[in-house]
C-alpha cells in the first residue's frame, strides 16, 4: 500500500507543480511588487495543496488574521516546514542560496522569486538585509528560520541568528512568532529532515506516510520598538522557548 501511495504522489506533485508553474507565468507581469504579492498569495495555494498531497494535517492555535506583513520567525525542522507554512501563510521565503540546486522545491522557489540567503561575505548579507526590508516595508510577510539549521526540534530552540531582524528594526515591522511540531509517526522515526540524513531516503519514507500531523502555534506579534538586531534576536528567541516547553509538555 505504500508503494502505491508513494507512485501516486510523485505523480500528483509533478502534475500540481507544472499547474503551479503556469500560474507563475501568467502572473509574473506588472509591477514588482504588485507580482511579488501574487506570487505570495500563489505561494498559499501551492501550499495548501501540497500538504494535501502529501497527507499533512495542519493543526493552527492562535489567528493570523490580523498579521498583515511584517517577518515571520519559527523553529527549523527541515524541508517538510516550507509546505506546512507555505499553507498558513502568503509568504515570500528566505532560503539558504544552496536550496538553489534542490529538485522540485528548489525549482519552485527559484520561479517565486525568494530572497536567497548567502552568509558567504558581508556584502552579501548587505543586500540581503535591503530585500528583507524593502519586502516588509511593502506589506509581504517573510518567513525566516534564524536557527539557521534543521534540528530535530524535540529538545529546545537553538541560538538565533540577529542578521534577519535588523530589517525588522529599521522600519519597526512586525515581527510574528511561530512554533511548528509534528506528530509521531507509525514506525516511530521522526518528521524532521536534520543532521547528516541524506534527503532523497528521508522524502520517500514521508511520502509512505498516510499522514504527518503538524502542529504550527501563532504567539502574539510584536513591534521591535527601538531594540536593535541582537536585542530582538535574543528576546524572541526567549518568548519562543518559553512557548516551546508548554507546547512539548502537551499531547499533539
Not at 18 to 41: A, D, N, T
Not at 60 to 79: A, E, P, Q, R
Not at 204 to 222: C, D, H, N, Q, S
Not at 239 to 249: D, F, N, P, Q
Request: hydrophobic share 45%.
Amino acid at each position: 500500500m505504500a508503494i502505491i501511495r508513494r507512485i501516486s504522489r510523485i505523480f500528483l506533485l509533478t502534475a500540481w507543480m507544472l499547474i503551479i508553474w503556469i500560474f507563475m507565468i501568467l502572473l509574473s507581469f506588472g509591477r514588482y511588487w504588485k507580482v511579488q504579492r501574487r506570487f505570495g498569495i500563489l505561494s498559499l495555494v501551492w501550499g495548501k495543496g501540497l500538504a494535501w498531497i502529501f497527507g499533512i494535517k495542519t493543526k493552527i492555535v492562535g489567528d493570523t488574521g490580523d498579521f498583515k506583513g511584517g517577518l515571520v520567525v519559527s523553529n527549523h525542522s527541515g524541508y517538510i516546514d516550507i509546505l506546512v507554512h507555505a499553507a498558513v501563510f502568503p509568504i515570500r521565503f528566505a532560503p539558504k542560496s544552496g536550496l538553489r540546486k534542490w529538485p522540485v522545491i528548489g525549482w519552485f522557489l527559484i520561479c517565486g522569486r525568494p530572497i536567497w540567503v548567502d552568509r558567504s561575505s558581508p556584502r552579501k548579507s548587505k543586500v540581503v538585509a535591503q530585500q528583507f526590508k524593502d519586502s516588509m516595508d511593502n506589506g509581504i510577510p517573510l518567513l525566516v528560520y534564524p536557527e539557521g539549521t534543521s534540528t530535530d526540534c524535540r529538545h529546545g530552540i537553538l541560538k538565533f541568528k540577529s542578521t534577519p531582524f535588523a530589517a525588522a528594526g529599521e522600519n519597526n515591522n512586525w515581527i510574528l512568532p511561530t512554533i511548528i511540531r509534528y506528530g509521531d509517526t507509525p514506525d516511530g522515526k521522526p518528521v524532521a529532515w536534520y543532521g547528516d540524513m541524506t534527503l532523497l531516503p528521508h522524502l520517500w519514507r514521508i511520502l509512505g506516510y498516510k499522514e504527518i500531523r503538524a502542529e504550527v502555534t501563532i504567539m502574539k506579534p510584536f513591534k521591535p520598538d527601538g531594540r536593535d538586531r541582537k536585542e530582538l534576536a535574543e528576546f524572541t528567541h526567549r518568548i519562543m522557548a518559553e512557548e516551546y516547553e508548554k507546547i512539548y509538555k502537551s499531547e499533539l
